[in-house]
């Protein structure tokens, strides 16, 4: 699937550090617009099985009782709830469109580089004893060096967003178990219907 971000998103994303907090669901409307949701696939906006409270008390000026403010107050967390998973969503599907483009810029590098470590790998281990001491250690120097600088390249440029998905993943899990929690608590209480 491809993604196109507005101009400026996507330096935007790719400079948050896995300090940050994931993106509100305010700062993503503002990025993406009010249907952003479905220029990346994640359904339609707002999402789909939202709860409604038919407040009729409400509407007319009533004060609620308890009941209806407790079942009030549920429905709204639940669909908090239910916006924050899809903007985790969104932001995950954003999180590895980056990952693999930054892994794709990277390959003709690391290709480069294997090249060049089987070559020093083959010269080291078809080359007899008589070959020059300083040779060899120049070599396996240079072997070392490369595998190096692969891990910097790694370090640099694609760890800052693996850290930051795995980020995204579990703020995902706490918030599906943040929702598990408050359906079976509304369930019990008959806050929510079954």
Known sequence: MQI??????EQYLASRTPADE???????????????????????????GDLVVEDAASLSGETLDEQQWMTSRTTKAYNGLRKRLRVLKGARTIQAQLISNAEEQLRPFYDSIEQRIAAITLDLTTADASINPYKRSLLY?????LKMQKKRMEARFVQPLLHELANI??????????????????????LMRQ
């Open 141 to 145: 120097a240079e072997r070392l060096e």
């Open 22 to 48: 994931p993106p509100s669901y305010e700062l993503f409307e503002v990025l993406f617009g009010p249907n952003y949701q479905q220029k990346i696939g994640e359904g339609d906006w707002p999402g789909q």
């Open 4 to 9: 196109f971000l507005p101009a400026g998103c």
């Open 169 to 190: 993943d579990e703020a995902l899990k706490d918030t599906e178990r943040e929702r598990r929690e408050l359906v079976e608590a509304g369930h019990k209480l008959g």
